[in-house]
């Protein structure tokens, strides 16, 4: 009884549950709070979990819908606006990259839009990328050998 409550497995059952009902806002909160080794197990479901947050996105989302990319960096853990972009693109989705009138990075969108660029389910994945902001930074310049020691 102790073990199972203990936080690290409470934490565990959590990120499953996240996973297993496909709730990728939780599924990501965990990610940013999860300490290092835990952040390294989820890391597996990171694409899935991405891949069903923008499918999500953009079956709920009416008409051509925009949403600022730099949310979406923050919500699905990504490194950055183009990271960002790679994924949506990879499922067909269009992203702005400007805002009106001129070149504003800070107001770059997604357009979550059934219509004329519905989310597309290709058939090579994503290629998988290593999670520098939001997984290895968690080590703080630690060696990985003296993490997992310890």
Known sequence: ???L??????????VNSAVNRKEYATFFALLRSAPYLEACAMYKYVRSMRERALRTMSN???????YPLKDLVVELC??????????????GLQ???DGP??????EAVVIFDKKNSPFIQPEE????KPM???IEGKRGGVPRLTVVRD
């Open 78 to 91: 990504f490194e950055d606006v183009d990271d960002a972009v790679d994924t949506c693109m990879h499922y």
């Open 60 to 66: 709920v989302y009416p008409g051509a819908q925009q």
């Open 132 to 134: 520098v902001r939001v």
């Open 101 to 106: 009138g001129g070149s504003k990075p800070d």
């Open 95 to 97: 992203c702005r990259l």
């Open 5 to 14: 409550d203990s936080q690290p497995v409470r934490f565990a059952m959590a």
């Open 1 to 3: 009884p102790e073990l």
């Open 125 to 128: 994945g994503m290629p998988e």
